[in-house]
């Protein structure tokens, strides 16, 4: 939502395209930041799909499989939503194009809990590959049908920002001069179906990322565990009963409890760093990816409850204050365009890919 703007040099008739034009000059920083967003998340996420799809063609695993999952919602993001944020926010008074306007609010929506439900799915498969390895794991025929069931989850869930979102009068803070841009539509804005709608969003979020931070919490556990052993044997006394010794060294005599138990904990030790470190590598790059998601969103969600606690919270906002509101509830942006960098830094292959690129592009 826009602020209407604050002081208006007196003594003028300002026009609603004035007025309009005037918003969108504070409003450059903003726009600034969703371009070069878009600039960057859609050549950065063309291009590991490039590199994993023609380059490396690895399509045959899950890690590669929620990689591309995740560059094709970012590049969808970047193409299509991206613009129209862009246009929106060149339009804050004027902004006319309903059926622009409802498809940025669906298309909107869907990326973003595509995201949030393809990052959950990562979050369970790497729990079960390293907290339960001996068990059964999601196949990539098993994993069709769960992106499958995301996307349509994705398109019911966006239906009502379909209906509740369009036309919407706004103040420009200018006599009674009073402006349209693309918020809850005036048939809706004053019923509780937009906050019962944005509400329920909410809950499935933090419901979602409150499984994915238990997931992990308890990878990184059973990963100390496999790197901190219980060093233990078990070795019989006179009577036949089994104790389990702790020592480490017995300096005398033929039978050596310490270095039994030297020899089974480095056997149990290999077998742990193998279960651990075959998905360890992949778990920490999709950790990261995790981690900048939720970071990414907790901005405008922080900003989406003080204006549910407080309606006039925009309205009282000067112009500084609402750069920086408008800035901050689209810091989301970032997710889309920051996991090529996360790859480049943590995932040597594809480091060495886009390093070969580029020297082939120079020497052309």
């Known amino acids: 939502m826009y602020t209407p703007l604050k002081d208006l040099p007196e003594g003028k008739n300002w026009t609603l395209n004035e007025l309009n034009d005037r918003e969108v000059q504070l409003l450059i920083p903003v726009i600034l930041f969703i371009s070069i967003s878009m600039a960057v998340g859609t050549a950065g996420n063309a291009f590991v799909l490039y590199v994993n799809i023609v380059v490396l063609k690895l399509r045959n695993s899950t890690h590669k499989y929620f990689i591309n999952?995740?560059?094709?919602?970012?590049?969808?993001?970047?193409?299509?939503?991206?613009?129209?944020?862009?246009?929106?926010?060149?339009?804050?008074?004027?902004?006319?194009?309903?059926?622009?306007?409802?498809?940025?609010?669906?298309?909107?929506?869907?990326?973003?809990?595509?995201s949030v439900f393809i990052l959950f799915v990562i979050a369970l498969d790497r729990y079960r590959r390293i907290c339960k390895p001996h068990g059964n794991q999601f196949s990539l025929k098993s994993m069709k049908y769960i992106f499958g069931i995301i996307a349509v989850l994705c398109c019911v869930v966006s239906i009502p920002r379909v209906i509740l979102y369009g036309k919407n009068t706004v103040q420009t803070g200018f006599a009674n001069i009073t402006g349209i841009s693309c918020f809850p539509d005036d048939m809706y804005k004053d019923t509780v179906f937009?906050?019962?709608?944005?509400?329920?969003?909410?809950?499935?979020?933090?419901?979602?990322?409150?499984?994915?931070?238990?997931?992990?919490?308890?990878?990184?556990?059973?990963?100390?565990?496999?790197?901190?052993?219980?060093?233990?044997?078990?070795?019989?006394?006179?009577?036949?009963?089994?104790?389990?010794?702790?020592?480490?060294?017995?300096?005398?005599?033929?039978?050596?409890?310490?270095?039994?138990?030297?020899?089974?904990?480095?056997?149990?030790?290999?077998?742990?760093?193998?279960?651990?470190?075959?998905?360890?590598?992949?778990?920490?790059?999709?950790?990261?990816?995790?981690?900048?998601?939720?970071?990414?969103?907790?901005?405008?969600?922080?900003?989406?409850?003080?204006?549910?606690?407080?309606?006039?919270?925009?309205?009282?906002?000067?112009?500084?204050?609402?750069?920086?509101?408008?800035?901050?509830?689209?810091?989301?942006?970032?997710?889309?365009?920051?996991?090529?960098?996360?790859?480049?830094?943590?995932?040597?292959?594809?480091?060495?890919?886009?390093r070969n690129l580029v020297l082939k592009r120079l020497y052309l």
């Not at 939503?81 to 909107?108: E, R």
């Not at 942006?333 to 943590?346: D, E, K, Q, R, T």
């Open 194 to 354: 937009p906050n019962v709608y944005n509400g329920f969003l909410t809950v499935v979020f933090v419901i979602l990322t409150a499984l994915m931070s238990i997931f992990y919490i308890l990878i990184w556990r059973q990963i100390w565990k496999n790197k901190h052993p219980i060093q233990t044997n078990i070795v019989s006394d006179t009577n036949d009963r089994q104790i389990h010794c702790i020592t480490s060294k017995n300096p005398t005599g033929s039978n050596r409890p310490g270095k039994n138990i030297k020899e089974e904990n480095k056997g149990n030790k290999n077998k742990n760093h193998t279960v651990t470190t075959k998905n360890i590598r992949s778990f920490k790059i999709l950790f990261v990816v995790t981690t900048i998601f939720i970071l990414s969103f907790a901005p405008f969600l922080i900003l989406e409850l003080l204006s549910y606690l407080d309606e006039h919270f925009i309205e009282n906002l000067d112009n500084t204050s609402t750069v920086f509101y408008q800035i901050f509830i689209r810091t989301y942006a970032i997710n889309f365009m920051v996991n090529p960098f996360i790859y480049g830094v943590m995932d040597r292959k594809f480091r060495t890919e886009f």
């Open 69 to 114: 999952s995740l560059a094709l919602v970012d590049t969808a993001f970047c193409l299509i939503t991206s613009p129209i944020i862009i246009a929106d926010l060149s339009h804050p008074y004027t902004f006319t194009n309903i059926p622009a306007c409802k498809s940025l609010c669906a298309f909107g929506t869907s990326t973003a809990m595509a």
